[in-house]
Nanobody
C-alpha cells in the first residue's frame, strides 16, 4: 500500500509557473510504482495529464500539456513532481497524483492509489 499527498497548488497568473509535489509513504517501495498525474475541473471528468515509469526513464503526456508540463521523480525522496509552465486559465483544476496502474496509464480507473488533490487556479 501507499499513501499519497500532493502539495504546491495555488493561484497563479496566466503565463506563470507552479511545481506540484506528490510525496509517497507506505510499505511498498516508491520505486516500484509507475506514477500518474490527473486533473479534474469543475463539472468535468478526471483527465490524464501525464505519467512516469518507476525509474523515471519514460514519461507520457496529454497533448494539452505537452511541451508545457514536465513530470519527474526522485525515488530517494519518495516524491514525484509536476512542473507546470506557461499556465493557462483552462489549466484550472484540482490536480491529483496516482500510483500503480493495473492497465493503461491513460485511464484513471487503472490506478489503485490516489492523493487528496491540490487546487490550481490560473487567472487571466
Amino acid at each position: 500500500q501507499v499513501q499519497l499527498a500532493e502539495s504546491g497548488g495555488g493561484l497563479v497568473q496566466a503565463g506563470g509557473s507552479l511545481r506540484l509535489s506528490c510525496a509517497a509513504s507506505g510499505r511498498t517501495p516508491f520505486s516500484s510504482y509507475t506514477m500518474g498525474w490527473f486533473r479534474q475541473a469543475t463539472g468535468k471528468e478526471r483527465e490524464f495529464i501525464g505519467a512516469v515509469t518507476w525509474n523515471g526513464m519514460s514519461t507520457y503526456y496529454a497533448d494539452s500539456v505537452k511541451d508545457r508540463f514536465t513530470i519527474s521523480r526522485d525515488n530517494a525522496k519518495n516524491t514525484v513532481y509536476l512542473q507546470m509552465n506557461s499556465l493557462k486559465p483552462e489549466d484550472t483544476a484540482v490536480y491529483y497524483c496516482s500510483a500503480d496502474p493495473s492497465d493503461s496509464i491513460y485511464y484513471s480507473k487503472s490506478y489503485k492509489y490516489w492523493g487528496q488533490g491540490t487546487q490550481v487556479t490560473v487567472s487571466s
